[in-house]
């Protein structure tokens, strides 16, 4: 069985401050897909990043990092001076590589005030 | 990236009726698609897998009858809320997987409500 948790609810931080966002997974397969995904307001997915459980090495793409750690399942994701559209919920997703199917975290709701 | 489409966004319905939402791949082709539904302020839980001219996999304790999934082609899936209930409103969201990628793209989603 796979399971994603992740433990903040809700974070509130002022703009231009660092968030980082935890997820910690549970899975018995040995390849899988780590995943983090946007839901801004208007409710639609938006897809970030995906990251195979052979590569650790960690990945910045603008303000955006994530830590990835086998060691410790977790797969972190740090926004770096947050901006007010970064206000939306994030939620972070596992999937056995040629199984497809995501196991989402519950998410955490980040509030950016500007 | 991939672009999904959902219509219709929003849709209102009496109990007892049946209501049907479309989810189209517009650039590229879905080899599979996946349902889900989202609660307010919960997370996402799959419904089923849809793959292109085979019978949809309902996850555990979805009713294959209630929730009538037909994918057609590569690029629409259909799903069909039959008699649907109060309990039944949700936020309704469908993705699609690409040939060759293990990357689901999103569409916008529907919101259901039943009166």
């Known amino acids: 069985a796979q399971k994603v948790t992740q433990a903040q609810t809700e974070i509130s931080v002022v703009e231009k401050e660092d968030v980082t966002l935890d997820c910690v997974y549970e899975t018995r397969d040995t390849t899988y897909y780590l995943f983090w995904y946007k839901q801004p307001p208007s409710g639609e997915l938006v897809f970030l990043i995906r990251?195979?459980?052979?590569?650790?090495q960690n990945e910045i793409s603008g303000r955006y990092s994530w830590n990835f750690q086998k060691s410790t399942s977790s797969f972190n994701f740090t926004i770096t001076a947050s901006q007010v559209v970064d206000s939306a919920v994030y939620f972070c997703a596992l999937s056995a590589i040629n199984d497809y199917k995501l196991s989402f975290g519950a998410g955490t709701t980040v509030t950016v005030r500007a | 990236g991939a672009v999904v489409s959902q219509h219709p966004s929003r849709v209102i319905c009496k109990s007892g009726t049946s209501v049907k939402i479309e989810c189209r791949s517009l650039d590229f082709q879905a080899t599979t698609m996946f349902w889900y539904r989202q609660f307010p302020k919960q997370s996402l839980m799959l419904m089923a897998t849809s793959n292109e001219g085979s019978k949809a996999t309902y996850e555990q304790g979805v009713e294959k009858d209630k929730f009538l999934i037909n994918h057609a082609s590569l690029t629409l899936s259909t799903l069909t809320v039959t008699s649907a209930h109060p309990e039944d409103s949700s936020f309704y969201i469908c993705s699609g997987r690409g040939p060759g990628t293990d990357t689901q793209y999103f569409g916008p989603g529907t919101r259901l409500t039943v009166l």
């Open positions: 990251r195979n459980s052979f590569d650790e």
